[in-house]
């Protein structure tokens, strides 16, 4: 399909999961269409996927399903040093049987 941002042939979908809201409110939408661009390296969503995640946002209660997930926190810094999680930076010696 065609780039809207550069206008060139190769733009391809990819199909992701976003997280909207905050706290206890936030809601998943899973399998959204991203348009992703080898030419510019942009990526984007169309004004239709916008809509429609407005209009999940809106009927969520008839939309959404509860379940049960996995919830895990990014801990590494972005682009800087590696950081270890918080439960490797020192020995918990209290969990250690000897
Ligand atoms: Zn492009």
Redesign the pocket.
């Known amino acids: 399909m065609r780039?809207d941002?550069?206008?060139?042939e190769g733009?391809e979908i990819q199909r992701v999961t976003r997280a909207y809201g905050r706290g206890g409110r936030e809601l998943l939408i899973r399998n959204v269409p991203v348009v992703t661009?080898p030419?510019?390296g942009?990526s984007y969503l169309t004004a239709e996927t916008l809509y429609e995640i407005e209009r999940i946002k809106l009927h969520r209660r008839a939309l959404a399903a509860r379940k049960q997930i996995e919830v895990a926190e990014f801990v590494r810094a972005p682009g800087g040093e590696a950081r270890p999680p918080r439960a490797l930076q020192r020995p918990a010696r209290s969990t250690v049987r000897r």
């Not at 941002?5 to 060139?8: L, N, S």
């Open positions: 780039c941002v550069c206008g060139k733009a661009c030419q510019c942009e």
